[in-house]
C-alpha cells in the first residue's frame, strides 16, 4: 500500500505536512500535477492543488512530463535543474507528473488558511555565574608551563637536525 508525506501549504506561507498510509492516501493515486481534490483527505474543509512531489530517493515530478516512470529528459530550466545558463540544456533524471505508490512525499496548496500550531516559547535560560579573574599567581604558573613546553619542543628540534647531520655524514 501507498505511503505519502503531505505537505500543505496557504495562501500565507504557512505550512504543514502529515503522513498518509494504506486507505487513507488511496485517493491521491493517479491524481496528477495541478489537479484539484478534496481536503477531505486531510480532515480539512475546501479543496487542496497538487503542486510537486518527489519520489523515495528525491527524484522531482515535474509537471510537463506524462506518466509515473523516471524519465531522463533535457530541460532548459524548471524543476529539477538549477544554476542553468542561458541556452544551457541538461539531461536529468525527472518523475512523471502522476503520483503512484512510488511517490513519497507530495505537495500541495490549500485554498484556506492552515491552523498551525505556534511553537512553544522555553522559559529564558539562567546565565551562568560570572568567573573570577585568574589570580597573579596562576598567571605565572601558567607562563612557566608554556615556557618549559617550548624548550622542550626546542630541543626536540635540535636533536633531530643533530641526527640528520650524522647520518648526512656517514653517507
Not at 62 to 72: E, L, N, Q, S, W
Given at each position: 500500500?501507498?505511503?505519502?508525506?503531505?505537505?500543505?501549504?496557504?495562501?500565507?506561507?504557512?505550512?504543514?505536512?502529515?503522513?498518509?498510509?494504506?486507505?487513507?492516501?488511496?485517493?491521491?493515486?493517479?491524481?496528477?500535477?495541478?489537479?484539484?481534490?478534496?481536503?477531505?483527505?486531510?480532515?480539512?474543509?475546501?479543496?487542496?492543488?497538487?503542486?510537486?512531489?518527489?519520489?523515495?530517493?528525491g527524484v522531482p515530478m515535474r509537471a510537463d512530463v506524462h506518466g509515473m516512470p523516471r524519465k531522463r529528459i533535457l530541460i532548459p530550466k524548471g524543476v529539477g535543474?538549477?544554476?542553468?545558463?542561458?541556452?544551457?540544456?541538461?539531461?536529468?533524471?525527472?518523475?512523471?507528473?502522476?503520483?503512484?505508490?512510488?511517490?513519497?512525499?507530495?505537495?500541495?496548496?490549500?485554498?484556506?488558511?492552515?491552523?498551525?500550531?505556534?511553537?512553544?516559547?522555553?522559559?529564558?535560560?539562567?546565565?551562568?555565574?560570572?568567573?573570577?579573574?585568574?589570580?597573579?599567581?596562576?598567571?605565572?604558573?601558567?607562563?612557566?608551563?608554556?615556557?618549559?613546553?617550548?624548550?622542550?619542543?626546542?630541543?626536540?628540534?635540535?636533536?633531530?637536525?643533530?641526527?640528520?647531520?650524522?647520518?648526512?655524514?656517514?653517507?
Amino acid at each position: 500500500m501507498a505511503t505519502f508525506k503531505l505537505t500543505l501549504s496557504d495562501k500565507k506561507g504557512r505550512s504543514t505536512s502529515k503522513e498518509l498510509k494504506d486507505n487513507d492516501a488511496n485517493p491521491l493515486l493517479g491524481l496528477r500535477v495541478g489537479q484539484e481534490t478534496d481536503a477531505s483527505i486531510v480532515g480539512l474543509q475546501g479543496k487542496i492543488v497538487i503542486t510537486g512531489g518527489s519520489d523515495k530517493s528525491g527524484v522531482p515530478m515535474r509537471a510537463d512530463v506524462h506518466g509515473m516512470p523516471r524519465k531522463r529528459i533535457l530541460i532548459p530550466k524548471g524543476v529539477g535543474l538549477q544554476d542553468a545558463e542561458k541556452g544551457l540544456r541538461k539531461r536529468k533524471l525527472i518523475r512523471g507528473n502522476t503520483i503512484s505508490e512510488e511517490i513519497y512525499q507530495v505537495n500541495c496548496r490549500y485554498d484556506g488558511e492552515l491552523q498551525v500550531e505556534e511553537p512553544k516559547k522555553e522559559a529564558p535560560k539562567k546565565e551562568a555565574p560570572k568567573k573570577e579573574a585568574p589570580k597573579k599567581e596562576e598567571l605565572q604558573r601558567k607562563k612557566l608551563q608554556r615556557k618549559k613546553l617550548q624548550r622542550k619542543k626546542l630541543q626536540r628540534k635540535k636533536l633531530q637536525r643533530k641526527k640528520l647531520q650524522r647520518k648526512n655524514r656517514l653517507t
